[in-house]
């Protein structure tokens, strides 16, 4: 069973920048697409980006496109998402998932996630 977990998390002000990291065990890392995604206080979880397998395809929400990054290191089975110019609606619990096929936005095409990081921005 594929097991996933983050870490990075933490308590930034506003406009500081934090990297989150997700490392996953057993499975096949390289074939993997991998997500993030968030869940601010009393919202539904949402998508913050994706990255193809070999890195050739990335995505990323309009609400953190330009401020945000996601690399992935397949020879250490991990996952990045460096997060610059953070604000308080960047305050969230941070998910990192797994999915089979291509890059989604869709929390439905991923099978495997983690427990989530928290990230906290004050002002």
């Known amino acids: 069973q594929v097991h996933i977990v983050e870490a990075g998390g933490g308590l930034v002000q506003t406009g500081g920048s934090l990297t989150l990291s997700c490392e996953v065990f057993r499975g096949t890392f390289s074939m993997y697409t991998m997500g993030w995604f968030r869940q601010p206080p009393g919202k539904e979880r949402e998508f913050v980006s994706t990255?193809?397998?070999?890195?050739?395809?990335?995505y990323y929400a309009d609400s953190v496109k330009g401020r945000f990054t996601i690399t992935r290191e397949n020879g250490a089975n991990v996952v990045r998402l460096q997060m610059d110019n953070l604000n308080v609606d960047d305050t969230a619990v941070y998910y990192c998932a797994a999915a089979r096929g291509g890059p989604s936005r869709h929390q439905r095409d991923y099978a495997y996630w983690g427990q989530g990081t928290q990230v906290t921005v004050s002002s």
């Open positions: 990255i193809s397998w070999d890195s050739g395809l990335k």
